[in-house]
């Protein structure tokens, strides 16, 4: 068994890439973009727009994100249980609309430009490095 304790950042991702990080997109992002599509039902979407005033009002905003620099942000694991409790209801979401999601835990997020209470956010290179099919590893019959 995995001890996720041993990590210090935790980030939800997807599958689509954001264009300027060439990075998988964070929750809000997701999030957003159903809202953007109008893909919600009403009711739903009054339930995002609550969870994301609620995560502006209580989770900094890098300034980095703001101007939409090749960043992604990772929330501190330590600090993560009460961002986890209110994002909840945002994965419940993905998941009603049948929207993938991953939690991905790592100790190496990239070169740390913000920091605060409960985030960091790390520059991304913008590469995508696709590496060669290496030779099976499994035993032959």
């Keep these: ?28 992002s997701m999030c957003w973009q159903l809202v ?5 039902e009403e009711e739903d979407r009054d ?3 609550e969870i994301d005033s609620w995560f502006a009002e209580h989770l900094p905003w890098p300034p ?9 942000c990772w929330f501190k694991v330590e600090k993560a249980e009460e961002m986890m409790k209110m994002i909840r209801p945002a994965l419940w979401l993905l998941e009603k609309y049948h929207h993938e ?23 991304t290179d913008g590469e995508i490095r696709i590496a060669e099919v290496q030779e099976s590893w499994s035993p032959e019959d």
């Design 1 to 28: 068994m995995i001890n996720l304790t041993h990590y210090k950042y935790v980030r939800i991702q997807g599958k689509e890439l954001a264009k300027n990080t060439m990075y998988a997109k964070g929750v809000f």
């Design 64 to 72: 980095q994100c703001k101007k939409q620099e090749p960043v992604i």
């Design 101 to 123: 999601y991953y939690l991905v835990f790592t100790n190496f997020p990239g070169e740390i430009v913000y920091e605060d209470e409960y985030q960091v956010a790390a520059l």
């Design 36 to 40: 953007q599509d109008d893909a919600m």
């Design 47 to 49: 339930l995002y727009m």
